[in-house]
């Protein structure tokens, strides 16, 4: 069965800086779909970047980036240019070719003004 | 852009009521997964539909149950409430299981549920 686990339950950042959140998960496939989701204090889960396993390029959006390493099962999420508004939980979610969602326990995200 | 729309948004129930809860998503969404998430925890799957019919169960209670209508839009029934089903209910939807999985899940802003 797929896992999917973020090993920082907690991070903090200074405004205007950059982090990086961990991601490894478990697979014996080799077509999968990895996301990650932003859920501030609203609650709301908002999808902020994915990843298809099979394109090597890192997926971008904007000051959100991926380094993904499949060989390493590994998928990071980093934040550029930190702002107040990017405090929130922070979730990596894989997604498997029959539909199967796992969500990691996720990552708090403090920005520090 | 339309998003998945749930209802209602807080619902306070009292042990042992029944609750519905209403799941309306994006349109030509034909997939919808309903999601608990207790406080300070990760979503958990309960259950999905592929054009109205289940596709996937997850840790769902007996008590709970759910069907997709023919309008694509999903309840969650929950029955015989117990303090331990406090939580926020997330629905979220995605298009085309299987040809286009690559498709995010797109979530509703949620209905806590408190039961007391």
């Known amino acids: 069965a797929q896992t999917v686990t973020q090993s920082q339950p907690e991070m903090s950042v200074q405004e205007a800086e950059t982090v990086t959140l961990s991601c490894t998960y478990d697979t014996s496939e080799s077509d999968y779909y990895l996301f990650w989701y932003k859920q501030p204090p609203s609650r709301q889960m908002i999808l902020v970047i994915r990843?298809?396993?099979?394109?090597?390029q890192n997926a971008t959006e904007n000051r959100f980036s991926v380094n993904f390493q499949k060989a390493a099962k590994s998928f990071s999420l980093k934040i550029s240019d930190s702002q107040l508004g990017d405090a929130a939980m922070y979730f990596c979610?894989?997604?498997?070719?029959?539909?199967?969602?796992?969500f990691g326990k996720g990552t708090r995200l403090h920005i520090l003004p | 852009a339309a998003g998945v729309i749930q209802s209602p948004r807080h619902l306070i129930k009292e042990k042992r009521e029944t609750a519905t809860l209403k799941c309306y998503p994006i349109?030509?969404?034909?997939?919808v997964y309903w999601y608990q998430q207790g406080p300070g925890q990760d979503p958990q799957f309960l259950i999905s539909?592929?054009?109205?019919?289940?596709?996937d169960k997850g840790s769902i209670p007996d008590r709970f149950s759910a069907q997709q209508f023919s309008d694509y839009h999903s309840e969650l029934n929950m029955s015989s409430l117990e303090l331990g089903d406090s939580a926020l209910y997330f629905c979220a939807s995605s298009s085309a299981k299987g040809a286009t999985y690559n498709s995010p899940l797109h979530f509703g802003n949620g209905t806590r549920l408190t039961v007391t």
């Open positions: 979610a894989y997604r498997s070719r029959d539909d199967k969602i796992i």
């Open positions: 990843q298809e396993a099979y394109k090597q």
């Open positions: 539909f592929y054009e109205k019919m289940q596709s």
């Open positions: 349109p030509r969404h034909d997939t």
